[in-house]
T-cell receptor, first 116, second 115 residues
Framework: SAVISQKPSRDICQRGTSLTIQCQVD?????MFWYRQQPGQSLTLIAT?????????ESGFVIDKFPISRPNLTFSTLTVSNMSPEDSSIYLC?????????????FGPGTRLTVL | AQSVTQLDSQVPVFEEAPVELRCNYS??????LFWYVQYPNQGLQLLLK??????LVKGINGFEAEFNKSQTSFHLRKPSVHISDTAEYFC?????????????FGRGTSLIVHP
Protein backbone atom coordinates (compact mmCIF):
# COMPACT_ATOMS: atom_id res chain seq x y z
CA SER A 1 0.00 0.00 0.00
CA ALA A 2 1.12 3.53 -0.71
CA VAL A 3 2.03 5.87 2.11
CA ILE A 4 1.48 9.56 1.48
CA SER A 5 3.06 12.44 3.36
CA GLN A 6 2.21 16.11 3.12
CA LYS A 7 4.08 19.24 4.08
CA PRO A 8 3.26 21.43 5.87
CA SER A 9 0.80 19.70 8.17
CA ARG A 10 -0.74 23.05 9.05
CA ASP A 11 -0.16 26.74 8.46
CA ILE A 12 -1.64 30.09 9.30
CA CYS A 13 -1.33 32.60 6.46
CA GLN A 14 -2.17 36.20 5.78
CA ARG A 15 -4.74 37.26 3.23
CA GLY A 16 -3.25 37.85 -0.22
CA THR A 17 -0.30 35.50 0.20
CA SER A 18 0.26 32.08 -1.38
CA LEU A 19 1.07 28.69 0.10
CA THR A 20 2.52 25.65 -1.64
CA ILE A 21 1.64 22.23 -0.26
CA GLN A 22 3.86 19.28 -1.06
CA CYS A 23 2.70 15.69 -1.46
CA GLN A 24 5.14 12.80 -1.48
CA VAL A 25 4.19 9.16 -2.13
CA ASP A 26 6.54 6.34 -1.09
CA UNK A 27 5.91 4.41 -4.33
CA UNK A 28 5.15 5.20 -7.94
CA UNK A 29 1.47 5.82 -8.54
CA UNK A 30 -0.53 6.32 -11.69
CA UNK A 31 -2.99 8.93 -10.53
CA MET A 32 -2.73 11.77 -7.97
CA PHE A 33 -5.49 14.08 -6.82
CA TRP A 34 -6.02 17.13 -4.65
CA TYR A 35 -9.13 17.51 -2.48
CA ARG A 36 -10.49 20.18 -0.20
CA GLN A 37 -12.24 19.15 3.01
CA GLN A 38 -14.23 21.74 4.91
CA PRO A 39 -15.73 21.07 8.35
CA GLY A 40 -19.07 19.34 8.07
CA GLN A 41 -18.72 19.09 4.32
CA SER A 42 -17.85 16.27 1.99
CA LEU A 43 -14.53 16.04 0.24
CA THR A 44 -14.43 18.15 -2.88
CA LEU A 45 -12.10 17.22 -5.70
CA ILE A 46 -10.03 20.19 -6.84
CA ALA A 47 -8.09 18.56 -9.66
CA THR A 48 -6.30 15.52 -11.00
CA UNK A 49 -2.54 16.08 -11.12
CA UNK A 50 -1.18 14.80 -14.43
CA UNK A 51 2.46 13.93 -14.81
CA UNK A 52 4.15 16.10 -17.40
CA UNK A 53 1.05 18.04 -18.38
CA UNK A 54 -1.45 20.51 -17.01
CA UNK A 55 -3.72 19.35 -14.24
CA UNK A 56 -7.37 18.59 -14.94
CA UNK A 57 -9.54 20.91 -12.85
CA GLU A 58 -13.06 20.30 -11.61
CA SER A 59 -15.84 22.78 -12.04
CA GLY A 60 -15.33 25.79 -9.81
CA PHE A 61 -11.55 25.47 -9.59
CA VAL A 62 -9.08 27.24 -11.88
CA ILE A 63 -5.39 26.99 -12.53
CA ASP A 64 -4.65 30.61 -11.63
CA LYS A 65 -5.99 30.07 -8.13
CA PHE A 66 -4.75 26.50 -7.59
CA PRO A 67 -1.68 25.82 -9.74
CA ILE A 68 -0.59 22.20 -9.54
CA SER A 69 2.63 20.51 -10.51
CA ARG A 70 3.47 16.83 -10.90
CA PRO A 71 7.02 16.41 -12.09
CA ASN A 72 7.19 12.62 -11.56
CA LEU A 73 5.22 9.57 -10.43
CA THR A 74 5.72 10.16 -6.70
CA PHE A 75 5.44 13.91 -6.10
CA SER A 76 2.97 16.73 -6.56
CA THR A 77 2.43 20.26 -5.28
CA LEU A 78 -0.67 22.38 -4.87
CA THR A 79 -0.40 26.14 -4.51
CA VAL A 80 -3.22 28.15 -3.01
CA SER A 81 -2.75 31.61 -4.49
CA ASN A 82 -3.85 35.04 -3.35
CA MET A 83 -5.51 33.51 -0.32
CA SER A 84 -8.65 34.75 1.39
CA PRO A 85 -10.34 33.52 4.57
CA GLU A 86 -12.67 31.44 2.38
CA ASP A 87 -9.68 29.28 1.46
CA SER A 88 -9.35 28.11 5.07
CA SER A 89 -9.77 24.37 4.84
CA ILE A 90 -8.00 21.03 4.95
CA TYR A 91 -6.28 20.13 1.71
CA LEU A 92 -5.80 16.43 1.03
CA CYS A 93 -3.51 14.71 -1.43
CA UNK A 94 -4.63 11.34 -2.76
CA UNK A 95 -3.15 8.70 -5.02
CA UNK A 96 -4.21 5.55 -6.85
CA UNK A 97 -1.69 2.85 -7.73
CA UNK A 98 -3.75 1.24 -10.47
CA UNK A 99 -5.41 2.69 -13.52
CA UNK A 100 -9.01 2.74 -12.33
CA UNK A 101 -10.72 4.92 -9.76
CA UNK A 102 -12.04 1.81 -8.06
CA UNK A 103 -8.51 0.73 -7.28
CA UNK A 104 -7.68 1.56 -3.70
CA UNK A 105 -7.37 5.30 -3.18
CA UNK A 106 -4.82 6.38 -0.59
CA PHE A 107 -4.92 9.70 1.21
CA GLY A 108 -2.35 11.87 2.89
CA PRO A 109 -2.91 13.23 6.42
CA GLY A 110 -3.94 16.62 5.07
CA THR A 111 -2.73 20.20 5.39
CA ARG A 112 -4.83 22.38 7.66
CA LEU A 113 -4.80 25.92 6.31
CA THR A 114 -6.09 28.95 8.19
CA VAL A 115 -6.19 32.29 6.37
CA LEU A 116 -6.48 35.44 8.48
CA ALA B 1 -24.83 12.80 -11.80
CA GLN B 2 -24.28 10.68 -8.74
CA SER B 3 -24.82 11.83 -5.18
CA VAL B 4 -24.35 10.41 -1.70
CA THR B 5 -26.38 11.10 1.42
CA GLN B 6 -25.14 10.16 4.86
CA LEU B 7 -28.23 10.53 6.94
CA ASP B 8 -26.57 11.03 10.31
CA SER B 9 -23.94 13.66 10.95
CA GLN B 10 -23.16 12.18 14.35
CA VAL B 11 -23.79 8.77 15.91
CA PRO B 12 -23.07 8.32 19.62
CA VAL B 13 -22.89 4.76 20.90
CA PHE B 14 -21.61 2.91 23.95
CA GLU B 15 -18.65 0.59 23.77
CA GLU B 16 -19.49 -3.01 22.78
CA ALA B 17 -22.85 -1.96 21.35
CA PRO B 18 -23.71 -2.55 17.68
CA VAL B 19 -23.71 0.36 15.26
CA GLU B 20 -25.07 1.13 11.82
CA LEU B 21 -23.98 4.14 9.78
CA ARG B 22 -26.38 4.89 6.96
CA CYS B 23 -25.54 5.77 3.39
CA ASN B 24 -27.88 6.26 0.46
CA TYR B 25 -26.87 7.11 -3.05
CA SER B 26 -28.50 8.17 -6.28
CA UNK B 27 -27.26 7.23 -9.71
CA UNK B 28 -28.79 6.30 -13.02
CA UNK B 29 -26.09 3.73 -13.79
CA UNK B 30 -24.28 0.89 -12.05
CA UNK B 31 -22.10 2.02 -9.20
CA UNK B 32 -19.09 1.16 -7.11
CA LEU B 33 -19.45 1.94 -3.41
CA PHE B 34 -16.86 2.68 -0.74
CA TRP B 35 -16.56 3.37 2.96
CA TYR B 36 -13.58 5.28 4.31
CA VAL B 37 -12.55 6.04 7.89
CA GLN B 38 -10.66 9.12 9.01
CA TYR B 39 -9.06 9.09 12.45
CA PRO B 40 -8.20 12.46 14.03
CA ASN B 41 -5.38 14.25 12.22
CA GLN B 42 -5.00 11.44 9.71
CA GLY B 43 -5.93 10.89 6.09
CA LEU B 44 -8.81 8.74 4.90
CA GLN B 45 -8.31 4.98 4.94
CA LEU B 46 -10.36 2.51 2.90
CA LEU B 47 -12.57 0.31 5.10
CA LEU B 48 -14.27 -1.67 2.35
CA LYS B 49 -15.64 -1.43 -1.15
CA UNK B 50 -18.34 -3.00 -3.27
CA UNK B 51 -17.52 -3.54 -6.93
CA UNK B 52 -19.67 -6.54 -7.87
CA UNK B 53 -20.71 -9.97 -6.65
CA UNK B 54 -21.88 -10.64 -3.11
CA UNK B 55 -23.86 -7.76 -1.70
CA LEU B 56 -22.39 -8.27 1.77
CA VAL B 57 -18.90 -6.86 1.90
CA LYS B 58 -16.52 -7.39 4.79
CA GLY B 59 -13.82 -4.88 5.54
CA ILE B 60 -11.09 -4.17 8.02
CA ASN B 61 -11.54 -3.74 11.77
CA GLY B 62 -14.67 -5.93 11.86
CA PHE B 63 -16.82 -3.65 9.72
CA GLU B 64 -19.17 -4.87 7.01
CA ALA B 65 -21.60 -3.22 4.64
CA GLU B 66 -24.52 -4.45 2.59
CA PHE B 67 -25.33 -3.18 -0.88
CA ASN B 68 -29.08 -2.92 -1.41
CA LYS B 69 -29.80 -1.96 -4.99
CA SER B 70 -33.56 -1.62 -4.57
CA GLN B 71 -33.13 0.78 -1.67
CA THR B 72 -30.00 2.39 -3.15
CA SER B 73 -28.26 1.98 0.17
CA PHE B 74 -24.87 0.86 1.43
CA HIS B 75 -25.09 0.91 5.21
CA LEU B 76 -22.03 0.21 7.32
CA ARG B 77 -22.33 -2.03 10.38
CA LYS B 78 -20.25 -3.38 13.22
CA PRO B 79 -21.68 -5.79 15.81
CA SER B 80 -19.57 -4.50 18.70
CA VAL B 81 -17.67 -1.21 18.65
CA HIS B 82 -14.55 -0.20 20.52
CA ILE B 83 -13.40 3.15 21.81
CA SER B 84 -10.79 3.10 19.04
CA ASP B 85 -13.55 3.14 16.41
CA THR B 86 -14.25 6.77 17.25
CA ALA B 87 -13.62 8.53 13.94
CA GLU B 88 -15.23 10.16 10.93
CA TYR B 89 -16.71 7.77 8.36
CA PHE B 90 -17.25 8.68 4.73
CA CYS B 91 -19.37 6.89 2.15
CA UNK B 92 -18.44 7.35 -1.52
CA UNK B 93 -19.90 6.28 -4.87
CA UNK B 94 -18.52 6.19 -8.38
CA UNK B 95 -19.99 5.13 -11.68
CA UNK B 96 -19.17 1.61 -12.83
CA UNK B 97 -19.91 2.52 -16.42
CA UNK B 98 -20.56 5.73 -18.22
CA UNK B 99 -20.44 9.09 -16.49
CA UNK B 100 -17.65 10.01 -14.14
CA UNK B 101 -15.54 7.37 -12.46
CA UNK B 102 -14.36 9.93 -9.93
CA UNK B 103 -15.85 9.08 -6.53
CA UNK B 104 -18.36 11.43 -4.95
CA PHE B 105 -18.10 11.56 -1.17
CA GLY B 106 -20.80 12.03 1.44
CA ARG B 107 -20.54 14.64 4.18
CA GLY B 108 -19.32 12.12 6.71
CA THR B 109 -20.70 10.62 9.90
CA SER B 110 -18.90 11.16 13.16
CA LEU B 111 -18.98 7.96 15.23
CA ILE B 112 -18.47 8.67 18.91
CA VAL B 113 -17.95 5.63 21.12
CA HIS B 114 -18.50 6.20 24.83
CA PRO B 115 -17.02 3.95 27.54
Amino acid sequence: SAVISQKPSRDICQRGTSLTIQCQVDSQVTMMFWYRQQPGQSLTLIATANQGSEATYESGFVIDKFPISRPNLTFSTLTVSNMSPEDSSIYLCSAVEGTSYFDTQYFGPGTRLTVL
Amino acid sequence: AQSVTQLDSQVPVFEEAPVELRCNYSSSVSVYLFWYVQYPNQGLQLLLKYLSGSTLVKGINGFEAEFNKSQTSFHLRKPSVHISDTAEYFCAVSHASGGSYIPTFGRGTSLIVHP
